[in-house]
């Protein structure tokens, strides 16, 4: 498996383990590219990366003595090997969390059920046609919608697509402004306006406790 960067942190605000200690592996390349991505870095065809092995990053985890995992990119689940690691993971009592950019079919990833943070691409991000919405079929109540806002555009089309998946209904909902595109007043005004009950605004907290360009972290 291509692994770019592996560190402890905490989890940076997605699902009901924000805020949580969390250990992070990231992967190496991405079948997107969005207009705001912060870890382009990571998806470059020379970004130095380790090759390991599922029992590596499994003995890695273990060794840091925290027990929430996240797998993250780039795209994870475009690593040969992934699903093996889930299973190890997950058969070692770790809670697991998936961050995918919603432009891969989640169905083949069910069976083991680790959770889901996945992402619906806005419009501002350019990579929009490429979800694959029948994903949202596939999410339970421990899983998470994330919608990257960068624009009132923006924020329409997630209120749309929230409402057309009832999304509130089925799994945590997320807004997340892009970090200098959109203020997260505007989000918090839009969230009255339209009376969003069930969805909440997220800070990346990387951001805020951490230099925003910082790695690592
Ligand atoms: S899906 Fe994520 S990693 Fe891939 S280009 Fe978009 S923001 Fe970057």
């Known amino acids: 498996m291509k692994v770019v960067e592996k560190f402890t942190s905490i989890n940076g605000g997605e699902g009901t383990r924000a805020g949580e200690l969390a250990v992070f592996v990231r992967f190496k390349g991405c079948n997107l590219r969005c207009s705001y991505c912060d ?8 970004c130095p990366y380790e090759e390991e092995t599922p029992e590596e990053i499994l003995n890695y985890v273990l060794g840091t003595g925290i027990r929430n995992v996240t797998l993250t990119g780039g795209e994870p689940l475009l690593q040969k090997d992934i699903r093996e690691l889930i299973h190890l993971l997950l058969q070692a009592g770790l809670q697991v969390e998936i961050e995918t950019n919603g432009a891969v079919d989640l169905s083949a990833f069910c069976e083991e059920r680790p959770v889901f943070t996945m992402d619906y691409k ?5 990579c929009e046609e490429y979800m694959i919405t029948e994903n949202m079929e596939l999410l339970g109540k421990d899983d998470t919608v994330k919608f990257v806002c960068g624009s009132q555009k923006d924020l329409l089309k997630a209120l749309d697509v929230i409402q057309t998946y009832n999304l509130t209904n089925r799994c945590h909902v997320y807004l997340s402004p892009v970090f200098g595109s959109i203020e997260p007043v505007q989000i918090v005004e839009f969230m009255l306006k339209h009376r969003l009950n069930g969805v909440r605004l997220q800070i990346q907290m990387h951001k805020v406790i951490w230099d925003p360009n910082e790695r690592g972290v």
């Open 122 to 126: 806005l419009p501002s991000s350019g």
């Open 39 to 46: 870890t382009m870095w990571a998806n470059e065809p020379d």
